[in-house]
C-alpha cells in the first residue's frame, strides 16, 4: 500500500501544479456525492440497476427504479410525492425502505466515489514486471511503404525520408526482449511498417537469431502485410516458421480500391488478393489458425462487401477469419471526421450485425467472428468484472496496462513506446538505455490526475475501456480527447449492458458457455 499512497500523493501534488485545486479542497477527497454511484437501464422485459461500488448488476421492479433515479437529490418526502400518485403511497415508502437497508445490510446503492485510479503497482512492481515479465515485442522496420492508402495516419505522422531500422538496432531489440521476458513461458515477436516485407532479408536474420536466443523457450512471430510483395518464397518461410500473418484487405475490388491504391494511384486489390492466397495454400489445413484477413472498415460501412469477398474469390475458405479495424478520427489528424450520415449508417450496420450475435449466444451456437467484433469487447469486460462487496477506494486506471509489458514498441531508431497505437505517447525508454522508470511513473500520475475529477462521476469506471492510446498528443494528456472518447465509450457500455442482461434473460448461461465472447 505505500506504492499505492505514494502514487496517490504524487497524483495530488501534480493536479497542485496545474491549479485544478487548492490545497485544503482536494476534490478526491472532501467531495461529498449524495446520489448512489449506479447506473439505471432497462430492457424491454425488466429493470436493472448497475452499482458501480461493487460491479453488481440488480433487478429491480419499476417503484424502485423511478425512486432510484431521485434518490439522493430530492427528500423522500420528496419522492414520494412524486411517485406516489404512479406506484401508491405505501409502495413508494416500501422502495425508500428498500434501498436504505441496501445501503446499511448489503453496502450496495451507496454514494461512495472513487478516491483515486491506479494500476495498484508500487515503483518497484512496475521495475519487476520489466525485468522479467514482457509479454511482446514490435519492430518497426521500417517507415516506407508501397500502398499509399488515403486513411493512413501513420503516413501523415512520419517524417520524410522514410527511415529503415539498422539490422544491429533489430537484433539488440530481439536480445532486449529475451534479457526483459525471463518468466515468459511463450513470447511474442511482431514484425512491423511500413510495410515490413520490403525488410524481408531482415525478417530472416531476426527470426534466425530469435531462434537462437530464446532456445527451447516459444517465440511467436507475427506480421501484418498489405500482400502485394507475398511470394511463394516468402509464403514458404513464414509457414515454415509458423507465422501468424495477417494480410490487409478491406473487401471486393472497388472497396479495397477505393482506399487502397498504389503511388501512382493504380489498384493493388489483385497483388493483394494474390498474396493472400500464396499464404493460405502454403499453411493449407492450418490457415484458419494462422491467417487472418485484415479489413478497414470504411465509410458508407457495406460490411456485406467483407463478406462478398469470399464469393469474388471461391478459393477462400470461409474458415479464414476476418478482423475489422475502423478508421480512428480522433487518433489520426490526417482523417477527416465522419459525417453525420456515415455514422447512422454505422450504427445501423451494427445493429444488423449486433441481432444474430444475440441470437447465436441465446442458443448456446458458436458465434460468427464477424458479428461479434461490434461487440467482444465490451460484453467480455462486463462479463469478466469483478463484483465485490463493499464500496472501493482505489478504482483502475481505466483499461491502461503496465505501459510496455504487454507489448512495447521498438521505432527505427530504437527509442521504446507503450504500443503501435499509443503513437502520442513519449518514448519510455530505449534498446540502450533501457526502460525509463522516472517517464513512465510521470505518465502514470498525469494520467491519473488529470481522469479523477471525471473519472469519480463516470458509472463506467471499472468497466472503460480507454487507454493511453486515447488520451495523449504529443506527449501530453489532452483531457478534451479523452472526454470525446469517454463519452463515446459510455454510450457503447450502456448499450452492451442491456444486452448482456437481455440476453441473460433468455439463457443465464449464454456466456459461461462460451468462455471468451466471440470466439466460436
Known amino acids: 500500500m505505500h506504492g499505492l499512497r505514494g502514487q496517490c500523493a504524487e497524483g495530488s501534488r501534480y493536479l497542485r501544479r496545474r491549479g485544478l485545486f487548492r490545497r485544503?479542497?482536494?476534490?478526491?477527497?472532501?467531495?461529498?456525492?449524495?446520489?448512489?454511484?449506479?447506473?439505471?437501464?432497462?430492457?424491454?422485459?425488466?429493470?436493472?440497476?448497475?452499482?458501480?461500488?461493487?460491479?453488481?448488476?440488480?433487478?429491480?421492479?419499476?417503484?424502485?427504479?423511478?425512486?432510484?433515479?431521485?434518490?439522493?437529490?430530492?427528500?423522500?418526502?420528496?419522492?414520494?410525492?412524486?411517485?406516489?400518485?404512479?406506484?401508491?403511497?405505501?409502495?413508494?415508502?416500501?422502495?425508500?425502505?428498500?434501498?436504505?437497508?441496501?445501503?446499511?445490510?448489503?453496502?450496495?446503492?451507496?454514494?461512495?466515489?472513487?478516491?483515486?485510479?491506479?494500476?495498484?503497482?508500487?515503483?518497484?512492481?512496475?521495475?519487476?514486471?520489466?525485468?522479467?515479465?514482457?509479454?511482446?515485442?514490435?519492430?518497426?522496420?521500417?517507415?516506407?511503404?508501397?500502398?499509399?492508402?488515403?486513411?493512413?495516419?501513420?503516413?501523415?505522422?512520419?517524417?520524410?525520408?522514410?527511415?529503415?531500422?539498422?539490422?544491429?538496432?533489430?537484433?539488440?531489440?530481439?536480445?532486449?526482449?529475451?534479457?526483459?521476458?525471463?518468466?515468459?513461458?511463450?513470447?511474442?515477436?511482431?514484425?512491423?511498417?511500413?510495410?515490413?516485407?520490403?525488410?524481408?532479408?531482415?525478417?530472416?536474420?531476426?527470426?534466425?537469431?530469435?531462434?537462437?536466443?530464446?532456445?527451447?523457450?516459444?517465440?511467436?512471430?507475427?506480421?501484418?502485410?498489405?500482400?502485394?510483395?507475398?511470394?511463394?518464397?516468402?509464403?514458404?518461410?513464414?509457414?515454415?516458421?509458423?507465422?501468424?500473418?495477417?494480410?490487409?484487405?478491406?473487401?471486393?475490388?472497388?472497396?479495397?480500391?477505393?482506399?487502397?491504391?498504389?503511388?501512382?494511384?493504380k489498384s493493388s486489390y489483385r497483388a493483394a488478393v494474390n498474396g493472400l492466397r500464396r499464404i493460405v495454400e502454403a499453411y493449407g489445413a492450418q490457415a484458419p489458425d494462422k491467417v487472418t484477413i485484415f479489413s478497414t472498415f470504411t465509410p458508407p460501412y457495406d460490411l456485406k462487401a467483407v463478406s462478398r469477398l469470399r464469393h469474388d474469390e471461391p478459393w477462400l475458405s470461409a474458415r479464414v477469419p476476418v478482423k475489422l479495424t475502423y478508421v480512428n478520427t480522433e487518433r489520426w489528424a490526417s482523417c477527416p471526421p465522419l459525417s453525420e450520415r456515415s455514422r447512422r449508417s454505422l450504427r445501423r450496420t451494427r445493429r444488423l450485425h449486433i441481432r444474430p450475435f444475440a441470437r447465436d449466444l441465446i442458443a448456446g451456437r458458436p458465434t460468427d467472428r464477424l458479428n461479434a467484433q461490434f461487440l467482444a469487447l465490451r460484453l467480455n469486460r462486463i462479463f469478466r468484472r469483478r463484483t465485490g462487496w463493499a464500496p472501493r477506494r482505489l478504482y483502475p486506471l481505466n483499461a491502461c496496462c503496465v505501459p510496455g509489458v504487454p507489448t512495447v514498441f521498438v521505432t527505427v531508431d530504437g527509442e521504446l513506446r507503450i504500443c503501435e497505437n499509443a503513437c502520442g505517447t513519449r518514448p519510455i525508454g530505449s534498446i540502450e538505455a533501457g526502460y525509463d522508470l522516472r517517464t513512465v511513473w510521470r505518465m502514470l500520475n498525469e494520467y491519473a490526475a488529470e481522469s479523477i475529477r471525471d473519472c469519480r462521476r463516470c458509472w463506467a469506471v471499472s468497466i472503460c475501456t480507454v487507454c493511453f492510446a486515447h488520451v495523449f498528443r504529443e506527449g501530453r494528456v489532452s483531457i478534451e480527447r479523452k472526454r470525446r472518447e469517454c463519452r463515446r465509450v459510455r454510450g457503447g457500455l450502456a448499450a452492451s449492458l442491456k444486452l448482456y442482461c437481455t440476453i441473460l434473460e433468455e439463457n443465464p448461461r449464454a456466456f459461461e458457455e462460451k468462455g471468451d465472447i466471440g470466439i466460436g
Open 24 to 265: 485544503g479542497t482536494d476534490p478526491v477527497i472532501h467531495m461529498k456525492a449524495q446520489r448512489p454511484f449506479i447506473k439505471l437501464f432497462q430492457t424491454a422485459r425488466q429493470r436493472y440497476v448497475y452499482d458501480v461500488n461493487t460491479n453488481r448488476i440488480l433487478a429491480v421492479d419499476a417503484c424502485c427504479h423511478d425512486a432510484l433515479h431521485d434518490y439522493g437529490t430530492r427528500s423522500p418526502a420528496e419522492i414520494i410525492r412524486k411517485h406516489g400518485p404512479h406506484h401508491g403511497r405505501a409502495g413508494v415508502k416500501r422502495a425508500i425502505k428498500w434501498i436504505e437497508e441496501s445501503q446499511r445490510l448489503r453496502n450496495v446503492l451507496l454514494p461512495s466515489r472513487p478516491e483515486a485510479i491506479t494500476l495498484g503497482l508500487s515503483r518497484k512492481d512496475i521495475e519487476a514486471q520489466y525485468a522479467a515479465s514482457v509479454k511482446s515485442m514490435s519492430l518497426d522496420l521500417t517507415e516506407r511503404c508501397n500502398l499509399r492508402c488515403h486513411y493512413c495516419g501513420v503516413d501523415a505522422l512520419r517524417p520524410h525520408p522514410r527511415r529503415d531500422m539498422p539490422e544491429a538496432t533489430a537484433l539488440s531489440a530481439i536480445d532486449f526482449l529475451h534479457a526483459h521476458s525471463r518468466d515468459m513461458d511463450v513470447v511474442a515477436l511482431r514484425f512491423y511498417g511500413g510495410e515490413p516485407l520490403l525488410r524481408f532479408e531482415l525478417i530472416t536474420r531476426c527470426v534466425c537469431h530469435a531462434l537462437a536466443m530464446f532456445g527451447r523457450r516459444r517465440i511467436r512471430f507475427h506480421m501484418v502485410t498489405n500482400g502485394l510483395l507475398l511470394d511463394a518464397d516468402k509464403a514458404a518461410f513464414l509457414a515454415k516458421h509458423g507465422f501468424h500473418v495477417a494480410v490487409s484487405v478491406d473487401g471486393t475490388r472497388a472497396v479495397h480500391d477505393r482506399h487502397r491504391l498504389t503511388p501512382g494511384g
